[in-house]
């Protein structure tokens, strides 16, 4: 095996590495492993299942996004036990994942979207103060690759690793029963639920912003969302 491969995998193992650091949510009184996916009701589900946990850890978090938050959330907490749990057969890995399309439209309107004054378009080469349309972000995105994309608009199949073996891939579209499903088998009350809407977009109501042009754009960035998690490439 020459170089350039043995550095292809070193920086796979390390980008897997790095992505569990910062996207787990270990959660060890209820033995679960959650795989957060910006922009898939990320904070509905760690707001109930971290007050379930009720881990002494969790006490006092109240921006899960902070840095402070995500170590103490994630493995960098209590590395053994999470590596212990991400390999005990006894404990529920989990991950939720959204239709790429409206993934897609909720990151534009949420970051993006004309008129904001947005840090994140200096990512995409504009000036944070920019008119940037749909279209202009997509073509942006699409020259990057997925490591190093945002994470709020990376491919699902790139965030989520398919060398972490997951006993159960939540869908979006189905929120409400998926994660009833999950509750029921953490042991957790339907009741506990806790909704975080401030940073919910109703992309299946802005379907019209894609047109031809942004569709095949699309299908061409998160192909491998679309044929991983069996989403099919229509609207």
Excluded at 33 to 40: A, D, E, G, W
Aim: one cysteine or more.
């Amino acid at each position: 095996m020459n170089w350039y491969y043995r550095a292809r995998i070193a920086f796979k193992l390390k980008s897997t590495l790095r992505e569990l650091r910062l996207r787990s949510i270990h959660l060890p009184r209820l033995r679960a492993i959650y795989l957060t996916t910006p922009k898939v009701a990320g904070s509905t589900i760690m707001a109930t299942l971290i007050k379930a946990d009720a881990s002494e850890r969790f006490a006092g978090i109240a921006d899960y996004n902070s840095r402070d938050a995500r170590h103490r959330l994630s493995s960098e907490a209590a590395p053994r036990a999470f590596w212990r749990d991400l390999h005990d057969p006894e404990c529920f890995r989990f991950t939720f994942v959204r239709n790429p399309y409206d993934r897609a439209v909720s990151a534009y309107l949420d970051k993006i979207a004309t008129g904001q004054v947005s840090r994140k378009k200096k990512l995409l080469g504009y000036p944070p103060d920019s008119e940037v349309s749909f279209r202009d972000f997509l073509l942006a995105i699409a020259q990057q690759e997925a490591s190093r994309m945002n994470r709020h608009w990376r491919p699902q199949s790139a965030l989520i690793s398919p060398q972490v073996k997951l006993d159960f891939i939540g869908r979006f579209e189905q929120f409400g029963r998926d994660f009833a499903n999950v509750l029921e088998r953490l042991g957790v009350e339907p009741a506990a639920v806790t909704n975080r809407r401030e940073h919910m977009t109703s992309a299946a109501k802005h379907r019209d912003m894609i047109g031809p042009e942004e569709k095949a754009l699309i299908d061409r960035i998160y192909r491998g969302d679309f044929e991983r998690f069996g989403y099919a490439m229509t609207l």
